[in-house]
């Protein structure tokens, strides 16, 4: 209540912010009389006069009024549709780095039109982030033709186009796409041979739709690419048959041996850990099923993966459930989003857990995958010169925008008053009388003929309402992940008179719920129907929608709160678009996995003490509280691991980019010749340095040794024996400059064997091989020491400090071993037997090639 007073006293810096953008609003409707007078040839001719200011000096900023109103006016003759003035001061804020929150339907897409148009008049390319390829194909459709009225392109940028489509997608003006293919894209253009493979440009401006599900919810995923390794099909399906011998533990208690459980449940941080008494339980029977031997220990650094094998077995079977974190389809094992209810195509879980379900279920068992390359979205859109968002649901999570991107969350009024009436909470003892409360309450809704929204949190929850619904013989729609490919047609239907909807996590975000059904796209582009037909369309539609406005709107019902306040606002937030009428409420029941997590004991006992009545509604301010509390405490501590994960990623992150740069420099470098040579020079200096400076050899004998290595690494056959008591050469530089000498005079031979030219393609196609292999290499390890960095809390260091001191010291031997090989592997081809197995040209010079005559 003070924070509310004291806010109405004083400007926040967010409504400081708001009234100066309103001065420029202002400053925009001035200019619309002028520019309703432009023909279209002069309106169209603007964006080449913003271009020519551009190129003069003139900044973004400078030109966005004029730019904003040129937009504005487009859109008028082109769709029949004006700018609201709260979608131009979204656009304002858009264009200030910032993230702008605005309500389900006050109309983002257009808004978006603002911001992109005045950054694709830099020539550098817009990319518009949506959540998936439908919502990609649907903004692009629908805002191209305003964009190309004023002169401008639009691509589309979705998984499954080839290269060439890419490639142009990525040079128009402004590209819509999904958050997954344009970080793919950066993956793959990393790894390319070729410069002319790359599809993308420089990052400069990113838009990103759904700002909080891309930048939050889906934060602790990272985009990897991998190939397959080792098959350990048969260790997963054995594991997965004896991990039912293991018994939960009642206690917490790891040490309590003489307890009878063998493993305990983090369930607020999904995990599992076994006690001493479950570690004594997998040594005997690993060794009972002679998987490891007597004499062996389970902490041997050979058995170190079974243990692994073992947590994620119990955490398979434990911890995740089928069709409600996955589903199984084909035979094949499916994630579901758990913000979404979506399928997410092509994701596997790593460390081996996959493959553990896919042993649970029975299925077929896909081998565990190598990272070949991987980016968190965090780090991804970071590298962006300039990014800005917006979505419905973001002032909860301001302050991690705030820390994490250097994003303000600013608040966009709604176009209308908001009117929709947000009920109490509705909390039940069990589930079963939570869920016959919910039927209730779409019964009477039914029976005047209201539309209503369901929202679930798993897919199990949706098919309980749904078979309750079917045994009454009330029609409805179910949308979540086993029906994802018609969610967007379901949710913008959801709005007509008497429909119901049940979805999953709200899934079919990104789609508006119009009240009367979705508006035919012909009301949008009237200048395709004649004026007749428009009318007829338009008051068909404004009947059906004064229909649902005297039932009381749409009803949105939530079966339990979820962990996070923003995914309860989103929900809600399907009702009451653009001030029209609808309501919303929770229900709740004490067995809601929430509730049990963080709901204390002692208001459970508290409650039990007044011997409720079954089917009883519970409704105290004290327990609203407890739950708003609880879910406040699981944000804090999600973004707490986030910030970790970041934490942990900036290292990685810095030193892909370390070799990103490397990679490309070698890439758009034609000739690297001077590189290799000083590589050779300093690997050379380092071998010979180690030998003579070694103190465990005795005396001038240091050169024999040296003899052998430098034999048997880098083919040169020499004999420095007649040095061995000419010291003026032994305790100076000499013998260093002698072999370097010798070295690189074996190797002009080569390259006058097979030419300058082809010697240089030689030269790039080791350097980048090579480079990509030990990058691979590196990857794993750091995965591994990532896993097992925790364990020195135990000797009170700080993991995180240590992490990053001991991936220094990785990835300081990594490039050190690079220079190395790089150097063995040209100083040993015989290009003798190379130039014998092809003579041709570039095929020559190829991996295979020179891989297979070292």
Same mark, same amino acid.
């Given at each position: 209540?003070?924070?509310?007073?004291?806010?109405?006293?004083?400007?926040?810096?967010? &409504?400081?912010?708001?009234?100066?953008?309103?001065?420029?609003?202002?400053?925009?409707?001035?200019?619309?009389? &002028?520019?309703?007078?432009?023909?279209?040839?002069?309106?169209?001719?603007?964006?080449?006069?913003?271009?020519?200011?551009? /190129?003069?000096?003139?900044?973004?900023?400078?030109?966005?009024? %004029?730019?904003?109103?040129?937009?504005?006016?487009?859109?008028?003759?082109?769709?029949?549709?004006? !700018?609201?003035?709260?979608?131009?001061?979204?656009?304002?804020?858009?264009?200030?780095?910032?993230?702008?929150?605005?309500?389900?339907?006050?109309?983002?897409?257009?808004?978006?039109?603002?911001?992109?148009?005045?950054?694709?008049?830099?020539? @550098?390319?817009? !990319?518009?982030?949506?959540?998936?390829?439908?919502?990609?194909?649907?903004?692009?459709?629908?805002?191209?033709? +305003?964009?190309?009225?004023?002169?401008?392109?639009?691509?589309?940028?979705?998984?499954?186009?080839?290269?060439?489509?890419?490639?142009?997608?990525?040079?128009?003006?402004?590209?819509?796409?999904?958050?997954?293919?344009?970080?793919?894209?950066?993956?793959?253009?990393?790894?390319?041979?070729?410069?002319?493979?790359?599809?993308?440009?420089?990052?400069?401006?990113?838009?990103?739709?759904?700002?909080?599900?891309?930048?939050?919810?889906?934060?602790?995923?990272?985009?990897?690419?991998?190939?397959?390794?080792?098959?350990?099909?048969?260790?997963?399906?054995?594991?997965?048959?004896?991990?039912?011998?293991?018994?939960?533990?009642?206690?917490?208690?790891?040490?309590?041996?003489?307890?009878?459980?063998?493993?305990?449940?983090?369930?607020?941080?999904?995990?599992?850990?076994?006690?001493?008494?479950?570690?004594?339980?997998?040594?005997?029977?690993?060794?009972?099923?002679?998987?490891?031997?007597?004499?062996?220990?389970?902490?041997?650094? /050979? &058995?170190?993966?079974?243990?692994?094998?073992?947590?994620?077995?119990?955490?398979?079977?434990?911890?995740?459930?089928?069709?409600?974190?996955? #589903?199984?389809?084909?035979?094949?094992?499916?994630?579901?989003?758990?913000?979404?209810?979506?399928?997410?195509?092509?994701?596997?879980?790593?460390?081996?857990?996959?493959?553990?379900?896919?042993?649970?279920?029975?299925?077929?068992?896909?081998?565990?995958?190598?990272?070949?390359?991987?980016?968190?979205? %965090?780090?991804?859109?970071?590298?962006?010169?300039?990014?800005?968002?917006?979505?419905?649901?973001?002032?909860?999570?301001?302050?991690?925008?705030?820390?994490?991107?250097? *994003?303000?969350?600013?608040?966009?009024?709604?176009?209308?008053?908001?009117?929709?009436?947000?009920?109490?909470?509705?909390?039940?003892?069990?589930?079963?009388?939570?869920?016959?409360?919910?039927?209730?309450?779409?019964?009477?809704?039914?029976?005047?003929?209201?539309?209503?929204?369901?929202?679930?949190?798993?897919?199990?929850?949706?098919?309980?309402?749904?078979?309750?619904?079917?045994?009454?013989?009330?029609?409805?729609?179910?949308?979540?992940?086993?029906?994802?490919?018609?969610?967007?047609?379901?949710?913008?239907?959801?709005?007509?008179?008497?429909?119901?909807?049940?979805?999953?996590?709200?899934?079919?975000?990104?789609?508006?719920?119009? *009240?009367?059904?979705? #508006?035919?796209?012909?009301?949008?582009?009237?200048?395709?129907?004649?004026?007749?037909?428009?009318?007829?369309?338009?008051?068909?539609? #404004?009947?059906?929608?004064?229909?649902?406005?005297?039932?009381?709107?749409?009803?949105?019902?939530?079966?339990?709160?979820?962990?996070?306040?923003?995914?309860?606002?989103?929900?809600?937030?399907?009702?009451?678009?653009?001030?029209?009428?609808?309501?919303?409420?929770?229900?709740?029941?004490?067995?809601?996995?929430?509730?049990?997590?963080?709901?204390?004991?002692?208001?459970?006992?508290?409650?039990?003490?007044?011997?409720?009545?079954?089917?009883?509604?519970?409704?105290?301010?004290?327990?609203?509280?407890?739950?708003?509390?609880?879910?406040?405490?699981?944000?804090?501590?999600?973004?707490?691991?986030?910030?970790?994960? *970041?934490?942990?990623?900036?290292?990685?992150?810095?030193?892909?980019?370390? #070799?990103?740069?490397?990679?490309?420099?070698?890439?758009?470098?034609?000739?690297?010749?001077?590189?290799?040579?000083?590589?050779?020079?300093?690997?050379?200096?380092?071998?010979?340095?180690?030998?003579?400076?070694?103190?465990?050899?005795?005396?001038?004998?240091?050169?024999?040794?040296?003899? @052998?290595?430098?034999?048997?690494?880098?083919?040169?056959?020499?004999?420095?024996?007649?040095?061995?008591?000419?010291?003026?050469? *032994?305790?100076?530089?000499?013998?260093?400059?002698?072999?370097?000498?010798?070295?690189?005079? /074996?190797?002009?031979?080569?390259?006058?064997?097979?030419?300058?030219?082809?010697?240089?393609?030689?030269?790039?196609?080791?350097?980048?091989?090579? +480079?990509?292999?030990?990058?691979?290499?590196?990857?794993?390890?750091?995965?591994?020491?990532?896993?097992?960095?925790?364990?020195?809390?135990?000797?009170?260091?700080?993991?995180?400090?240590?992490?990053?001191?001991?991936?220094?010291?990785?990835?300081?031997?990594?490039?050190?071993?690079?220079?190395?090989?790089?150097?063995?592997?040209?100083?040993?081809?015989?290009?003798?037997?190379?130039?014998?197995?092809?003579?041709?040209?570039?095929?020559?010079?190829?991996?295979?090639?020179?891989?297979?005559?070292?």
């Amino acid at each position: 209540m003070l924070i509310k007073m004291l806010s109405q006293i004083f400007n926040t810096d967010s &409504n400081r912010k708001l009234k100066y953008m309103q001065k420029i609003v202002d400053k925009i409707n001035e200019m619309e009389s &002028n520019f309703q007078k432009m023909s279209d040839v002069v309106l169209k001719k603007q964006t080449e006069k913003f271009k020519i200011l551009l /190129n003069k000096g003139y900044r973004l900023d400078d030109l966005l009024p %004029q730019a904003f109103a040129t937009v504005r006016e487009a859109s008028k003759r082109v769709f029949g549709m004006r !700018h609201f003035d709260v979608q131009i001061l979204g656009g304002i804020v858009l264009n200030k780095r910032c993230i702008a929150e605005m309500r389900t339907g006050e109309g983002k897409t257009l808004t978006a039109t603002l911001p992109s148009y005045l950054h694709a008049l830099k020539g @550098k390319g817009v !990319h518009i982030v949506t959540m998936n390829d439908y919502l990609a194909e649907r903004d692009a459709k629908k805002n191209k033709p +305003l964009f190309n009225f004023l002169g401008l392109t639009v691509g589309i940028n979705i998984s499954g186009m080839s290269i060439v489509l890419k490639r142009k997608s990525y040079l128009s003006d402004i590209t819509y796409g999904t958050n997954n293919e344009y970080g793919f894209d950066y993956l793959r253009d990393n790894m390319v041979f070729n410069s002319s493979d790359k599809v993308q440009r420089s990052l400069y401006y990113a838009l990103i739709d759904e700002v909080d599900s891309i930048l939050i919810d889906e934060a602790r995923t990272p985009l990897i690419i991998s190939g397959p390794s080792e098959d350990n099909s048969i260790v997963y399906m054995k594991i997965n048959s004896i991990i039912s011998q293991f018994i939960l533990q009642d206690t917490t208690d790891i040490n309590n041996i003489s307890g009878n459980g063998d493993y305990y449940i983090d369930r607020k941080q999904k995990q599992v850990f076994f006690t001493e008494k479950g570690l004594i339980k997998i040594e005997n029977l690993l060794v009972h099923y002679k998987i490891i031997n007597d004499s062996n220990s389970l902490y041997s650094v /050979n &058995n170190i993966a079974l243990m692994n094998h073992f947590i994620v077995a119990l955490r398979a079977n434990i911890l995740f459930h089928k069709d409600v974190d996955y #589903i199984v389809k084909d035979r094949k094992v499916l994630l579901i989003d758990e913000h979404t209810g979506r399928i997410m195509y092509g994701r596997r879980l790593s460390d081996g857990l996959h493959q553990a379900i896919e042993a649970k279920e029975g299925v077929d068992i896909n081998n565990e995958n190598q990272t070949l390359a991987s980016i968190t979205f %965090q780090n991804y859109f970071r590298l962006y010169k300039k990014i800005s968002g917006m979505t419905g649901t973001a002032i909860t999570e301001s302050f991690e925008f705030r820390s994490i991107y250097n *994003l303000d969350t600013i608040v966009i009024p709604t176009n209308c008053p908001m009117v929709r009436k947000d009920l109490s909470d509705v909390v039940f003892m069990t589930e079963q009388e939570k869920i016959n409360s919910v039927v209730n309450d779409i019964k009477k809704c039914v029976l005047k003929k209201q539309p209503i929204l369901v929202g679930t949190a798993s897919i199990e929850k949706s098919e309980v309402i749904s078979k309750k619904l079917t045994q009454l013989n009330i029609k409805h729609n179910v949308l979540n992940a086993k029906f994802h490919e018609k969610e967007a047609k379901i949710i913008s239907e959801a709005g007509k008179l008497g429909a119901v909807t049940i979805a999953t996590n709200m899934a079919g975000r990104g789609t508006d719920i119009v *009240l009367g059904g979705s #508006i035919d796209d012909k009301v949008y582009n009237n200048f395709n129907v004649d004026s007749n037909q428009f009318h007829v369309l338009k008051k068909r539609w #404004i009947k059906k929608h004064k229909t649902v406005l005297s039932v009381g709107g749409l009803h949105v019902i939530g079966t339990e709160r979820h962990e996070s306040r923003r995914i309860d606002n989103q929900l809600r937030g399907r009702s009451g678009r653009q001030g029209d009428l609808g309501s919303s409420r929770f229900y709740l029941s004490m067995e809601d996995s929430l509730m049990k997590m963080f709901l204390s004991d002692r208001i459970l006992s508290m409650i039990k003490k007044f011997n409720i009545k079954p089917g009883t509604e519970i409704t105290h301010p004290f327990i609203t509280k407890s739950i708003a509390h609880a879910q406040k405490k699981i944000e804090n501590y999600n973004f707490d691991i986030r910030r970790q994960l *970041l934490e942990y990623d900036d290292v990685i992150n810095e030193q892909r980019r370390v #070799i990103f740069i490397e990679r490309n420099t070698i890439i758009n470098t034609i000739d690297i010749s001077s590189t290799i040579k000083y590589i050779l020079k300093d690997i050379l200096n380092v071998i010979i340095d180690s030998y003579k400076f070694n103190k465990n050899f005795k005396k001038n004998c240091y050169l024999l040794d040296l003899e @052998k290595h430098i034999n048997r690494d880098f083919n040169v056959k020499l004999v420095y024996s007649r040095y061995l008591f000419n010291k003026d050469v *032994l305790y100076s530089n000499k013998i260093n400059d002698l072999i370097i000498k010798q070295i690189r005079l /074996n190797y002009s031979k080569k390259e006058n064997l097979i030419g300058f030219d082809n010697m240089r393609k030689l030269e790039r196609s080791v350097m980048l091989h090579t +480079l990509d292999l030990f990058w691979q290499e590196h990857l794993l390890m750091m995965d591994n020491l990532r896993q097992g960095i925790h364990l020195r809390s135990y000797a009170r260091k700080d993991p995180r400090q240590e992490y990053k001191k001991e991936a220094f010291n990785l990835f300081s031997s990594m490039l050190a071993y690079l220079k190395y090989e790089v150097s063995v592997i040209l100083s040993s081809l015989n290009i003798n037997k190379l130039s014998k197995e092809n003579t041709t040209g570039d095929s020559l010079y190829n991996f295979k090639n020179w891989q297979q005559v070292i």
